[in-house]
């Protein structure tokens, strides 16, 4: 490749000197610099912002440069930042305590709320994260089955859940290898990852192994490779198997729960998607929280009756059902009202449909994918229904639109495998520094693989 000095390819540390000073610190007393590891921007490059303050649809790095926020904190941030409604209910709820180790009334809200929404929903059990979540609903499933089995999908992200740290390999029931160092295969033996969106696949597993599955785990939709949405079918064949087989399946919508409409992915694929009847457990996380530490995991009063103190599978948590997260929560849940959805429908139709203009302009092969108001433009031409498929793409190039579009003061997932997120917030503005950002990034993307 011979080199066009596209200034954004390799972004000097001149750009952010306040980020780039915190960055050396950082990576003295914290491992990588980070706190978690796609914020390194190892994917793309360059120096990742420290952000002092957000506000609305508003970042502000430590250099007070302003940023349109597209990641929003990967996807809680639903109404923006700050947003004056869930300021006012935690500084209430901080006001008269921070954690009590007892019952209190905002978890009976925040519970209240949620199963108001999921009509099959009937409990749920608070944790703090989205890995908690399917890690609990993980180990409820074999609980409640006395099977040991998981199944799930290449490229779906469930957390760091040990035993679902495997998502490599992509042939037809490959045989699950961990992800990461310090997963011994033990911890990974008992799970089977198939291709996402393959029905065969999942025939052909259960007719294998059926008696010794436990559950299927699956996102809702595909976020965590770029935006996937199961195919039709997909998730009505995912329920259908797993109970002629006796095996739970488990919704992950810790991503597009209360994002994708006001009941998440299950409400938005409704009837046509949930015939065959609703998951058994589903978990929550992200928006729920409302940008605090809460999340879920929920089904039906039997199915949750398996758990301590109730039943014999235990789980727990010092933080969980915090009395300020489940404020911020049900703040957040309180504004994500049915009018809020299409507006964001509306806002992520606006970005997406003005950056594919650029592109093309350009001559990028790319293409937009969606689920809800979550969309991910995938950098090559053909659609994406699988890990295999997104992983086929040009990530240089979204690294090079990524740091044009930082340059001009816009802040995208730095990554070319995560969706991009709207917010209630994201007024014109906010989306006028976008769109008039995009020519030039499409451009950067275009430049080097010309030559
Ligand atoms: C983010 C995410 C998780 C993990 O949640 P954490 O709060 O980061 O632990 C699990 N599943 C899905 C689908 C997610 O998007």
Redesign the pocket.
């Known amino acids: 490749m011979t080199s066009s000095p596209s200034p954004s390819t390799h972004p000097g540390t001149t750009d952010a000197p306040a980020s780039a000073a915190l960055l050396e610190r950082a990576a003295r007393v914290i491992p990588g610099a980070v706190n ?1 590891p796609v914020r390194a921007f190892r994917a793309v490059g360059g120096t990742p912002r420290f952000i002092r303050e957000a506000k609305g649809p508003w970042l502000t790095d430590a250099d007070g440069r302003r940023y349109v926020d597209l990641l929003c904190s ?2 809680p941030m639903i109404l923006g930042h700050a947003h004056p409604d869930v300021l006012a209910a935690v500084d209430e709820a901080a006001r008269r305590g921070f954690s009590f180790g007892t019952p209190s009334e905002n978890e009976v809200l925040l519970a209240e709320e949620i199963v108001d929404r999921i009509e099959p929903l009937e409990q749920v059990r608070l944790v703090s ?6 890690m609990s609903a993980v180990r409820l499933a074999r609980g409640v089955t006395g099977r040991s089995v998981i199944v799930k999908f290449a490229g ?5 859940v040990d035993a679902l740290l495997a998502a490599a390999g992509s042939g037809v029931a490959t045989l699950a290898l961990p992800d990461s160092a310090g997963v011994p295969t033990e911890m990974t033996s008992d799970t089977i990852v198939l291709p996402y969106n393959d029905i065969a696949a999942l025939e052909e597993t259960f007719a294998a192994r059926g008696p010794e599955i436990a559950a299927v785990i699956t ?1 809702a939709a595909a ?2 490779m770029g935006v996937v949405p199961p195919a039709p079918g997909f998730t009505d064949a995912l329920r259908r198997i797993t109970r002629e087989h006796g095996a739970l399946l488990i919704s ?5 729960g209360f994002r994708c409409s006001r009941a998440g992915w299950f409400g938005l694929e409704g009837e046509a998607g949930y015939a065959a009847g609703a998951p058994d457990i589903f ?1 929550f ?2 928006v729920m929280g409302g940008g605090f530490p809460a ?1 879920a995991f929920g089904g039906t009063a039997e199915v949750m009756g398996h758990l301590a103190p109730q039943g014999p599978v235990y789980q727990a948590g010092t933080l969980s059902g915090n009395p300020v997260a489940t404020a911020a929560g049900l703040a957040t849940l309180k504004g994500c009202t049915p009018e809020l959805y299409p507006r964001l429908e509306a806002t992520a139709r606006t970005i997406a449909d003005a950056a594919s203009a650029a592109l093309s302009a350009e001559g990028v092969a790319h293409t937009v994918q969606w689920a809800g108001s979550m969309f991910s433009v995938f950098f090559r031409e053909a659609p994406v229904t699988n890990y295999d498929d997104a992983r086929d793409q040009d990530t240089a190039a979204y690294g090079r639109f990524f740091h044009a579009m930082l340059d001009a003061g816009v802040h995208l997932p730095p990554s070319a495998f995560e969706a991009w997120f709207v917010s209630g917030a994201h007024d014109d503005e906010a989306v006028g520094v976008i769109l008039d950002a995009l020519p030039a990034a499409a451009k950067a993307a275009a430049s080097a693989s010309a030559s």
């Open positions: 978690s990967w996807g994260s989205g890995t908690e979540a399917t779906c992200y469930h957390g760091h996102e976020g965590n992950d919508e810790v991503m597009t978990t996380g992200k999340a």
